[in-house]
């Protein structure tokens, strides 16, 4: 067990609705990142918030937004879904922005768009 | 766009054959290297993380070098065991600021017992 928790573990949803997606990070740990991994596809980096404030930017998609609050779990809020967002989205967490710390990752959230 | 390359894509081996892939990634502005390994319907954990050119890391029987310079890390495995198979990530990161840890396709490994 990682520590990171991410809920729910698996979502089924029609095309054009809107989900949120949730992250409890390690405790203490202040950087959370998200990623998407689609078939076929290796983990894709969607967005970093540290300590509440957004590091660092991916190829994140407007329709999908993020934030971290100040109890440091992040919400993932993905709008007007697609079939193409069916996927697997994962959390991970870090205790800092140090670039040679390990990143710990949550189980994943399976999104199925219908 | 940054590039994290790895090699071979999947992998077959019989146990205890020694079996490594390969992961490229960019030259320049590198910061650190990181290899974690994914088991199915588990999450991403981290083997490595290195940062220093000809760093050089184990942890039993898998092993790990770095090229900076030349911009590649290989990954070994010694007498590869069943419980060795799983997908093996390498994400690169580099040291500009607002970027972050970005992953290879993974190298997936199965070994026949």
């Known amino acids: 067990d990682s520590g990171v928790t991410q809920t729910p573990k698996h979502l089924i949803t029609a095309t054009g609705q809107r989900v949120t997606l949730r992250c409890s990070p390690r405790s203490g740990d202040l950087s959370v990142y998200w990623y998407q991994q689609s078939l076929d596809q290796g983990l894709q980096f969607l967005i970093q918030y540290y300590n509440g404030e957004e590091r660092a930017k991916g190829n994140i998609l407007e329709r999908f937004s993020a934030q971290q609050f100040p109890d440091l779990h992040s919400e993932l809020n993905l709008s007007s879904l697609e079939l193409g967002d069916s996927a697997l989205y994962f959390c991970a967490s870090s205790p800092r922005d140090e670039r040679v710390t390990e990143a710990f990752f949550g189980q994943g959230t399976r999104l199925t768009v219908v | ?113």
């Open chain 2, 1 to 113: 766009i940054l590039n994290v390359e790895q090699s071979p894509q999947s992998l077959h081996v019989q146990e205890g054959d020694s079996t490594n892939f390969t992961c490229s990634f960019p030259s320049s502005n590198f910061y650190a290297l990181h290899w974690y390994r994914w088991e199915t319907a588990k999450s991403p954990e981290a083997l490595f993380v290195m940062t220093l050119n000809g760093d050089e890391k184990k942890k039993g029987r898998i092993s790990a070098t770095l090229n900076t310079k030349e911009g590649y890390s290989y990954l070994y495995i010694k007498g590869s065991q069943p419980e060795d198979s799983a997908t093996y990530l390498c994400a690169f990161r580099g040291n500009q600021a607002g970027t972050a840890l970005i992953f290879g396709k993974g190298t997936t490994l199965s070994v026949s017992s």
